[in-house]
């Protein structure tokens, strides 16, 4: 563990209301902490910061524990401006890459650290497509008789099909399914149907 990274040097920007400065606390330090060893063995983009509100979590994993490629979600936009703001104040530009909540976030993931949102419906939200996107992360199912062969590794396009799928917007599936083979309707249908 590396413990030159000085915490002190983040700050709330742009979300100045408080009376202190800093943009840490004992919640982002406990995290790191216990997900040391975890953090140190993932591959590059194998760790996952959702809800990290001013990118202390972000920062010190690469900092301290030389994680590299993390993906990052955040609800708020002063949220992401923190991160990029302290960023610069750490010195740590890089390394990191802001993504919205979709299943691209946690494919291959093998690290997932965070801060638990405000509201049971946030958490379940991204409980849900975390555990969606760790069950369909296998191997894709075998191509429907009469359709295309589908690609041997399930691509990104195949995972959000079957997430939307899971979540009961099948419509929407087939519609990813469709815009990214040129499938028709009804092949697509029989594609997702298959899930």
């Known amino acids: 563990m590396n413990n030159a990274f000085d915490f002190q040097v983040l700050r709330r920007f742009p979300d100045v209301a408080g009376h202190n400065p800093v943009a840490v606390d004992a919640t982002d330090r406990l995290v790191l902490a216990e997900a040391a060893s975890a953090v140190e063995e993932a591959s590059a983009r194998q760790v996952v910061v959702v809800g990290d509100r001013y990118g202390a979590m972000t ?5 301290l524990h030389g994680a590299d490629g993390v993906r990052v979600h955040q609800d708020l936009l002063t949220g992401e401006q923190s991160l990029a703001h302290n960023a ?3 010195g740590v530009t890089v390394g990191f890459e802001q993504l919205p909540l979709t299943p691209e976030l946690f ?14 419906d946030a958490l379940r939200e991204v409980a849900q497509l975390a555990a969606t996107v760790a069950a369909l992360s296998a191997p894709g199912p075998a ?3 009469g359709t295309p062969a589908a690609p041997v590794a399930t691509q990104r396009w195949e ?3 079957r997430v939307l799928k899971q979540a009961g917007k099948i419509i929407e599936a087939i519609k990813v399914v469709r815009k990214a083979t040129g499938w028709g309707l009804k092949e697509s249908k029989d594609f997702v149907d298959r899930f």
């Open 159 to 161: 995972l959000e099909a």
């Open 107 to 120: 494919v291959g993931a093998t690290v997932v650290l965070g801060q638990l949102p405000k509201s049971l």
């Open 59 to 63: 920062l010190g994993a690469i900092a």
């Open 88 to 90: 610069v104040r750490a």
């Open 143 to 145: 191509p429907v008789a």
